[in-house]
């Protein structure tokens, strides 16, 4: 008994000297800014870190059917309302809570509009522990960067700083268009696609972190032939009922929407394009102005980088399109 | 809610990996909990039954071939069993010439018994895991003579794990009917011997003899047993996580993109692939020896320093061992000691020496280990090209030894000295690489392409232009460990126990060489939120 005590105390010296180790290790492998070049991984969305604080009226949360459906500029240009597409790709759900966390400490949108095609991607028991030792000791999340270390990582009290902001706010531009065959999408079915437990308990704790800020949880899917149906639109209904969340399921009226499969996606129904995300972005426009709780930010001088961003979104926009598919 | 998605039957998939975080941070903890809280008695019942919850987990209801192996394989053995002792009762008071008659018609009936096993075994792998390709093979001859037949390709799930279960059940019972084991008339002590859980996805083949007792005769889990198994783990996955799956991206781009690369490219592809292979194999079985070793159970080693053999033959003797072995001991001493065999050898030996004598009858045998051995690896002419080149390759070694002897003795050339060790050496690797091309290469087709580009295409591409996935950091974090395997490698060759040696270092030294493997696991490895592991090579074998 007395060697076992030894042994287990060993153990627990050489675990507790390597946890310090890993500790130190973290502060050196974190990036020491939201740059891409200072090891920032997903530049785009982590560009919502450098907006000024508490200035976002929305956050969008989910993989590529965010980043490629939801333009934040239109809605700012349009009813003055601002907002950050907060999306990578193929975004597992706990990533989607820790931009939450991270996005959550110095803003508080009214509104976060959570994608739902995440829902039904499945987090390995591998993925979720990695992350979450990520979460603990960021060394395992960043431990690549051992590659294009400076000399001012090695500071681990250096302030991280936000200096990285989109001009697109999130969104990626696509203009081509890839037609999708809609021959089958959304047929009328009663069957119900089940949630995994392990992403239902992620989406419970992104609704309790939400409460616990004051701020709505939405779901929301946008239209996509490749990755919805019926049966994924049941199954997140019935989550919804469950935790009293609203849920907009554009599938369920993609034709109201008048989305063209022809012409609105880039990649046979999988992503909306640039014409396929204006009439999304339209729509959710319209329903936060029925909302009636915001109020436009046109007018306040705080926000007037919004309309040099609104400049710039345009500018790339003439040099993709012709004027007649941008100008109102 | 089906019964299965309630067991997590067939869930388990990722576990097929000795380095995935659900075997190391949940299977082998609750293995070895589990192992340890059990009174010493019922310890082995406790291994059998982690075994099969680990096989449920991995492969679902194909559970059933590991029952049909492991029950059929007991029942003809307990077979053969009696046979013999029916057999001594109805030689005892016979004279010599009825006792022969006696011998020989028991004989034949065991040969029967032995016959249905290897029917019933080999019969379920050529099902499972050939009739896709023989049937494609057959539909093929049938276009090529313009034959209107066009026979459907079956598909059939196959149980991870079944080439090597199937191979250890198989000696078995080859090994009752010679009388080198007794038949188990303990169906528990089998039923772990071939189900024993690290050992089932990726080998090594035991023997009954080597393990079977060992894993019966359950110890309890003593502190070195842990400590030096968790450091092989360790030492594993370094190989698996830093150099194997590192290289894998470049080896991928090369080998499985249509794009075209030039001759230097494809060639260090190969070197890569070669090194990826060594290392994965290796890791794996370094995380089966040292699962085993927490446990206890020391299992035979399948890796002995390859890359330091002097000849194709010497590789394949330090090379996937337990397979090599298993071919020798089940397929090529059965051909050379055949009746006929011997016949032919014999007259050989007046014809054309004792040398090149013998040599017919082990060709014919090589061959059939060679062709079986490619054929084992997968269905795919590519791996029979594979076996093919080697049995060429060695059978060459073998017609060349005189020449090469007299040859040296001519030029003064001594063959024990060190320029000569290192260019035989150097010279293996080198064919062990081609060799290693046509097997990692998407078919035999792709396979000679790139073998053609290798030899014939020497232009330098732009480095700056090109895009392997794989940086001027990862290829210097590979050769760092390289180095340090290598470094380990020569010390095991010169018979030192590394492990030894670094437990009779203070403490401090120790955890210093620990933290050292760790962090370069955990800093320099391939692995990530989202990132894809590769799948132990071996596994699907």
């Known amino acids: ?328 | 809610m089906t019964l299965e998605s309630l067991l997590l039957a067939g869930k388990g998939k990722s576990l097929t990996s000795f380095f995935s975080l659900s075997y190391l941070l949940v299977v082998l903890p609750f293995s070895v909990g589990l192992y340890a809280i059990t009174p010493k008695k019922w310890k082995k019942y406790s291994l059998l039954f982690l075994s099969y919850l680990f096989f449920w987990l991995i492969s679902g209801s194909l559970i059933v071939y590991l029952f049909i192996t492991t029950l059929s394989i007991h029942y003809l053995a307990i077979w053969i069993d009696r046979l013999n002792g029916q057999q001594k009762l109805a030689a005892a008071g016979l004279g010599k010439d009825e006792r022969k008659i006696v011998k020989q018609e028991f004989l034949t009936k065991k040969r029967m018994i032995v016959f249905l096993g290897v029917v019933i075994h080999i019969g379920m792998i050529l099902v499972l895991k050939y009739s896709a390709f023989f049937t494609t093979n057959i539909n093929t001859i049938f276009k090529t003579f313009g034959i209107g037949i066009t026979l459907q390709i079956p598909k059939y799930l196959m149980p991870i794990g079944i080439s090597f279960f199937t191979m250890q059940a198989l000696s078995y019972i080859i090994d009752v009917y010679r009388g080198v084991i007794k038949a188990d008339d303990n169906l528990g002590r089998l039923a772990l011997f071939i189900s024993f859980f690290p050992q089932i996805v990726e080998g090594p083949i035991c023997r009954y003899s080597q393990t079977a007792d060992q894993l019966w005769n359950a110890k309890q889990i003593t502190y070195k047993n842990l400590s030096y198994g968790a450091q092989r783990i360790l030492y594993g996955a370094l190989k698996k996580y830093v150099v194997a799956d590192r290289l894998n991206l470049l080896v991928k781009n090369v080998f499985d993109q249509k794009q075209e690369y030039s001759g230097p490219i494809v060639a260090f592809a190969a070197i890569c692939y070669t090194i990826q292979l060594y290392m994965d194999f290796s890791g794996s079985m370094d995380a089966v020896t040292g699962t085993a070793q927490i446990f206890g159970i020391t299992m035979p080693e399948n890796f002995a320093r390859p890359f330091f053999s002097k000849t194709i033959s010497e590789f394949w003797q330090r090379w996937h061992i337990s397979l090599g072995a298993w071919f020798r001991d089940y397929i090529f001493y059965p051909v050379t000691t055949s009746k006929r065999m011997k016949k032919i050898t014999s007259a050989s030996r007046k014809k054309i020496g004792n040398h090149y004598g013998p040599l017919l009858a082990g060709s014919v045998a090589l061959f059939c280990v060679w062709f079986s051995n490619g054929l084992w690896h997968g269905s795919a002419w590519s791996y029979i090209f594979f076996g093919m080149y080697h049995f060429v390759l060695i059978l060459t070694g073998n017609m060349m030894g005189p020449i090469v002897k007299k040859f040296n003795a001519k030029f003064h050339i001594n063959p024990q000295s060190a320029i000569y060790k290192g260019l035989q050496i150097f010279r293996t690797v080198i064919l062990v690489i081609i060799g290693e091309l046509f097997f990692r290469a998407k078919g035999l087709k792709a396979g000679l392409k790139l073998f053609k580009k290798m030899v014939t295409d020497f232009s330098l591409p732009d480095l700056s232009k090109l895009e392997l996935g794989i940086d001027k950091y990862d290829l210097i974090i590979v050769a760092v460990v390289l180095a340090i395997i290598l470094f380990v490698s020569i010390l095991n060759e010169k018979g030192i126990c590394v492990r030894d040696s670094l437990s009779k270092k203070p403490t401090a030294v120790r955890w210093l060489v620990f933290y050292g493997l760790i962090l370069l696991i955990i800093v320099c490895g391939a692995y990530g939120f989202g990132y894809k592991p590769v799948d132990p090579i071996y596994a699907k074998f």
């Open chain 1, 1 to 328: 008994m007395k060697s076992f005590f030894k042994h287990a105390l060993r153990i627990l010296i050489f675990s507790l000297i390597l946890f310090i180790i890993l500790f130190v290790l973290s502060g050196i492998m974190t990036p020491k800014s939201n740059n891409k070049d200072d090891g920032m991984y997903d530049e785009l969305a982590n560009g919502v870190l450098s907006e000024p604080e508490n200035t976002l009226d929305v956050l969008f949360i989910g993989d590529s059917e965010v980043y490629s459906g939801i333009m934040p500029i239109k809605l700012w240009k349009y009813h003055g309302i601002t907002s950050y597409d907060c999306s990578t790709s193929g975004q597992q759900l706990a990533y989607s809570l820790e931009f939450l966390h991270n996005t959550l400490i110095s803003q508080s949108p009214k509104l976060v509009i959570m994608e739902t095609n995440a829902f039904y991607r499945k987090l390995s028991f591998d993925d979720s522990i990695i992350y979450k030792a990520g979460m603990i000791l960021p060394v395992f999340k960043y431990h690549d960067r051992w590659k294009h270390l400076h000399l001012n990582d090695f500071n681990i009290n250096a302030e991280i700083e936000y200096n990285y902001n989109d001009t697109n706010k999130g969104y990626k531009f696509v203009g081509k268009a890839n037609p999708a065959d809609d021959s089958k999408y959304m047929t009328a079915s009663k069957n119900v696609k089940e949630i995994t437990s392990r992403n239902k308990s992620y989406i419970k704790d992104i609704k309790k972190f939400c409460d616990q800020n004051d701020t709505e949880l939405v779901f929301l899917s946008t239209p996509s032939t490749k990755n919805w149906n019926y049966e994924k639109h049941n199954g997140v209904q019935e989550l919804a009922d469950e935790l009293g969340v609203k849920f907009i399921d554009m599938n369920t009226f993609a034709d109201d929407l008048e989305i063209d499969w022809s012409k609105d996606t880039y990649d046979q129904g999988d992503h909306m394009n640039y014409y396929g995300a204006t009439k999304v972005t339209n729509y959710l426009g319209d329903y936060f102005e029925e909302l009636g709780i915001f109020t436009s930010h046109k007018d306040d001088k705080k926000y007037s980088s919004w309309d040099e961003s609104t400049k710039k979104f345009y500018e790339m926009l003439a040099r993709h399109l012709d004027p007649k598919d941008y100008e109102d």
